[in-house]
């Protein structure tokens, strides 16, 4: 059983920093997942793809909306993602979801396309 766990949300102020990271348990990533992807969904808005990451390389993809401001990494000794935002906006306020996803098209930008899910974490940003 695969279980993805973000942690590291909370409120933080325009123009601030914030780390969240997505821990897999059960089993390691490359034996359920050829791409990692973050996610993002406020309140009445569609979820909405961030960043993904390949597993094998380091091929990333953004939406154009934090290109240039997130980063998404990983570190597969420690069966974690990381999505490393900066320049902050209220905008980006929304619950962010971590998922994995065994296609194995370049990055998979689509929610339908990712297996496993996290529960999410909260990010508000106040102005």
């Known amino acids: 059983q695969v279980q993805l766990v973000e942690s590291g949300g909370g409120l933080v102020q325009a123009g601030d920093s914030l780390t969240v990271s997505c821990a897999a348990s059960g089993r390691t990533f490359s034996a359920f997942a050829n791409a990692m992807g973050w996610f993002r969904q406020a309140p009445g808005n569609e979820r909405e793809f961030v960043a993904g990451?390949?597993?094998?390389?380091?091929?990333?993809f953004y939406a154009d909306s934090v290109k240039g401001r997130f980063t998404i990494s990983r570190d597969d000794a420690k069966n974690t993602v990381w999505l490393h935002m900066s320049s902050l906006k209220p905008e980006d306020t929304a619950v962010y979801y971590c998922?994995?996803?065994?296609?194995?098209?370049?990055?998979?930008?689509?929610?339908?396309?990712?297996?496993?899910w996290g529960q999410g974490t909260q990010v508000t940003v106040s102005s």
């Open positions: 990451i390949k597993l094998s390389g380091s091929s990333t």
């Open positions: 998922a994995s996803s065994q296609r194995r098209i370049f990055i998979p930008t689509g929610a339908s396309l990712y297996d496993y």
